[in-house]
């Protein structure tokens, strides 16, 4: 995809985000906006694409393996999907970090990885979880951009 083809794709990405922040979401909180965004199979699509072109998708996608890890019950399903988190987004066995949380959070996901619980990753998920709740760039119904 060309330079101008992202500078336009992020740019109309935004402005649909914008109008539906203003015109749906105008009453609800961060969380419930957040919620309601998770939870609606388009809104979410939408949400993605925009994250895509914001270079933080990642973000969205630990979100929703840890949410489907917090479910689990069984030890060996709990530990297999720490160990593939842990590759995935934290640089275990050599891989590329991709998540981008502070040092202190790593060094312990990874020092709990020989003790995996459906809670090693809570740090890290509450960190991700604010960074995704918040509206950047995304102008509310009092700045100028939504008509609403």
């Keep these: 995809m060309s330079p101008f083809a992202r500078v336009l794709l992020s740019r109309l990405l935004t402005c649909l985000v914008s109008r539906f922040v203003c015109l749906v ?28 072109t914001q270079f933080s998708v990642e973000n969205l996608h630990f979100y929703n393996d840890v949410s489907q890890l917090h479910a689990l019950t069984d030890a060996a399903e709990i530990a297999a999907a720490c160990e ?19 040092e202190m959070i790593r060094a312990q996901v990874l020092k709990n990885l020989g003790r995996p619980s459906v809670h090693m990753f809570d740090m890290a998920y509450n960190d991700v979880e604010q960074l995704l709740k918040v509206r950047r760039r995304v102008p509310t119904e009092d700045e100028p951009g939504c008509t609403g």
Excluded: W
Aim: aromatic share 12%; net charge negative; charged share 30%.
């Design 25 to 52: 979401m105008r009453d609800n909180d961060s969380d419930e906006r957040f919620s309601i965004v998770c939870e609606d199979e388009h809104l979410y699509a939408l949400f993605e694409q925009f994250l895509v």
């Design 84 to 102: 593939r988190v842990c590759k995935t987004y934290f640089g275990h066995d050599g891989s590329d970090a991709v998540l981008n949380v502070n």
